[in-house]
């Protein structure tokens, strides 16, 4: 069989939406986490109702959109460096339009329209809504910007275009904001304190989707595990409820149950998770339902006590472990990743060592690892100096993705010879004449089309790995199709 290079997990492609009567154009892109992705579609569904359709094409753009990341200086660099590209074609297009979404938007606020004279308008996470009366401001030739941060906002009752989606799989947004102050982060600050989504509104949106075609949904919070909805609020108000709204409150865990029973064969998944929070009922209903899949994106950031608690991570090195061995115990097929930071202020080589020696204690499916980056705002930024040289930052973050490479095609070895049900996604992008999809614990699976479609699941026997792909090919449709 054909030998195929490592298959990285595949971006998700912007797709057209058309609303008949519709004259304008809308060109929007992503950066950043799975919640900005979820946040354009809101916004297209928003826009679609002020007479815009999406295109593919930025030439054509009336309006253009970018929703920005802010957790590291790089993701801001290359917002910049779009900014430059949409600036090229304005010059050609000067009726066009130019505004900036998200998290980059709520940090700079309007000081964005004194640094990109190219943009027009600069609206945070909280404020899509608005959108309208901003979109009349600049037509009017007027600059916009509203970057209030909402206490009650969740978007609950818009109903997304799915423009990053593949037909198969959807994000369903169930909380936003974060109350954890981790000093690194400026997630606070960009988004808000936490609230959670009434859990109606999200099965609502889960069985819309099924009744689409769908087949997987992850739900989408920047904590998931502090889902918390007692009636309406902010969580940290949930001491302030009445005994009934305590009563009948729902937790993480009952909303992956309710999301579970509500369609039984449609596959569940979340991100992201926080250790502090992630609680014993949550593993237990994994294990319970079989659509709910085995996997869990768990950040620890560091395997350092001393840089944890510098991070302000309410965590220790050995109540992860705890952790860990409880998910293993329970589940013991789930596949874990994680997101780790070296280089943070005042980080040892004893402290990069506890790090390497977490990674060996767990042996990571995946994870995603970053240098750190200082982000202006944070406690980090104001207390700390950055003092790890970037040539030391650089030689620990070579060595925490060599282990992390190590572990992860440990992992994908234990997969050989088994036959797992993998749901395709589309085209493999090494080889058009392979499908690729995911099985329950999030792997990458590539295997000979054959005369199955994506949406198919199918059971797949794998013969082969690389470090982050399977690769078999298949037996038969699974029972769950």
Request: net charge negative; proline share 3%.
């Amino acid at each position: 069989m054909e030998k195929i290079i490592d298959e990285k997990q595949q971006g998700n492609t912007l797709v057209m939406n058309e609303k008949e009567g519709n004259s304008r154009k809308l060109y929007i892109e992503s950066y950043g986490c799975q919640m900005n992705f979820s946040d354009s579609e809101i916004v297209a569904s928003i826009l679609t109702k002020e007479g815009f359709n999406t295109t593919q094409q930025l030439e054509e753009a009336d309006l253009v959109l970018i929703n920005t990341c802010s957790i590291r200086e790089k993701a801001e660099q290359t917002v910049r460096k779009r900014l430059e590209k949409f600036n090229a074609v304005k010059r050609i297009n000067p009726n066009m339009k130019v505004g900036v979404l998200g998290c980059m938007a709520e940090r700079l606020k309007s000081k964005f329209l004194e640094e990109e004279k190219i943009v027009d308008m600069v609206v945070g996470p909280d404020a899509y809504k608005d959108l309208p009366n901003l979109l009349q401001e600049i037509d009017e030739g007027r600059n916009a910007v509203n970057v209030i941060l909402s206490k009650e906002e969740t978007y609950g009752d818009v109903a997304p275009v799915r423009l990053n989606s593949n037909g198969v799989s959807a994000f369903v947004s169930i909380t936003r904001g974060c109350d954890n102050m981790c000093t690194f982060c400026v997630v606070p600050f960009t988004r808000g304190r936490e609230r959670s989504r009434d859990p109606q509104s999200i099965i609502e949106e889960i069985n819309e989707l099924w009744e689409r075609g769908y087949k997987e949904v992850t739900l989408l919070g920047q904590n998931v595990d502090s889902y918390l909805w007692y009636g309406g609020g902010l969580k940290k108000d949930f001491e302030k409820a009445t005994e009934i709204q305590k009563a009948t409150s729902v937790n993480f865990a009952g909303l992956l149950e309710l999301a579970a029973q509500a369609q039984p064969k449609m596959r569940f998944r979340f991100s992201t998770s926080n250790p502090q929070d992630m609680t014993l009922d949550v593993i237990e209903t994994m294990a319970k339902y079989p659509n709910i899949c085995k996997y869990i994106h768990l950040p620890v950031q560091s395997g350092s006590n001393r840089i944890l608690k510098e991070m302000n991570r309410l965590h220790t090195r050995e109540e992860y472990f705890e952790l860990i061995d409880n998910i293993r115990k329970i589940i013991p097929d789930c596949a874990i990743s994680h997101d780790m930071i070296t280089g943070f202020p005042t980080e040892t080589e004893e402290d990069h060592q506890d790090t390497l020696s977490l990674m060996e204690y767990v042996k990571y499916d995946f994870g995603f690892m970053f240098a750190y980056s200082e982000r202006p705002g944070t406690m980090a930024a104001r207390k700390m100096e950055d003092d790890v040289p970037e040539e030391v930052k650089k030689r620990r973050l070579t060595e925490i993705i060599n282990l992390q490479q190590k572990h992860g095609l440990l992992r994908t070895r234990e997969h050989l010879g088994r036959t797992e049900e993998v749901l395709i996604e589309g085209s493999s992008k090494k080889s058009d004449e392979y499908w690729m999809g995911r099985n329950t614990q999030n792997t990458v699976v590539v295997f000979p089309k054959e005369h199955y479609k994506i949406g198919d699941f199918v059971n797949v026997k794998i013969n082969d790995c690389t470090a982050a792909t399977l690769i078999g090919e298949a037996v038969g449709y699974s029972d769950n199709n």
